[in-house]
């Protein structure tokens, strides 16, 4: 979370009443935490265009059902994401390039998504989306805090054990969080490979995926970069070309290799060439069908199938 950090971060919401204490920087909401024994709510979100955001921090986050339920528990701070001109340039490209490398490293595919993280600025669980009342929404917190003190459990009952013993219940303790949290732990990684040299739990390379994940979605990123305002037909043809190229890469991610076949399938819908459109929507879905992305292909997938094929 080092990058995190350093964000100075602007203030959603100002004004209004908070059901949370609010800060812009993760070096405050660390401090608050421990100052007050609260945990960290980090809310990614698009506080100038994101319907669904605006509807989790005004209905949810900022109710009286939520502070009732949550309000001594966490500190709150925003990771924003704007889309207005004026307060994109406030933002440096290198801190772009950190909070997108965030979403990705917390497999975050969509706006909102909140992470939660203990006083020590170390997560234990990822909620994607809002939900439609505060109703909803306060068990998938409440469960977010189950899982730490599972993790607390598990590592207070480590304490006077020693070698292979310590590390599997260090184990036990890192496998009570969700994957995507579990790989940001880098000192209780490094403390089990310490403890376990012939690997039997299988840390040994833990993260790499993750730093994968992140370098090649900066390279399909910068690719992207370099098709934005060509419509032209010859430009529309390089770009698939080069497409095929990125995804001939034999260690692509399934997620990326999603991502990018989904933007060559919104490139022979431009194109108007269907079939292939459809062709390279199913080879996405196929890549990552348990994904947020795969789901929503699967839709769009039947949907063109059975309603739009038929009366072409």
Known sequence: MKNIMRFVLPLAFAGSALALPEVATMNEAIATAQAQQRNIFVDFTGTDWCTACIHLREKIVNSAEFEAAMGDKFV????DFPRTP????????????????????FKIEGLPGVVLMDSNGLPFEVIHGTRRTPADYIPLVQAGLDKLAARNAALAAAEGKT???????????????????RDKYHALIAEINSLDPENTLGYKGYGDKTRLRIVQQEALRELLDTFRGKFAPDDLKKSLIELDVFLAQPELLPEIRQAALRV???????MRDLDKMQEAYKAAYEA???????????????????????NL
């Open 163 to 181: 070698g292979l013993e310590r590390a599997r219940a260090i184990d036990v303790a890192l496998k009570a969080l969700p994957e995507v949290c």
């Open 76 to 79: 709150l701070v925003p990771v």
């Open 86 to 105: 004026e307060l994109v340039a406030k933002i440096s490209a290198e801190e772009k390039r950190e909070r997108e490398a965030l979403l990705v490293s």
């Open 288 to 310: 990552a069908p348990e994904s947020r992305a795969g789901k929503l292909l699967k839709k769009n997938i039947e949907y063109y199938e059975t309603q739009v094929k038929p």
């Open 264 to 270: 060559k399938g919104d490139t022979y819908a431009f």
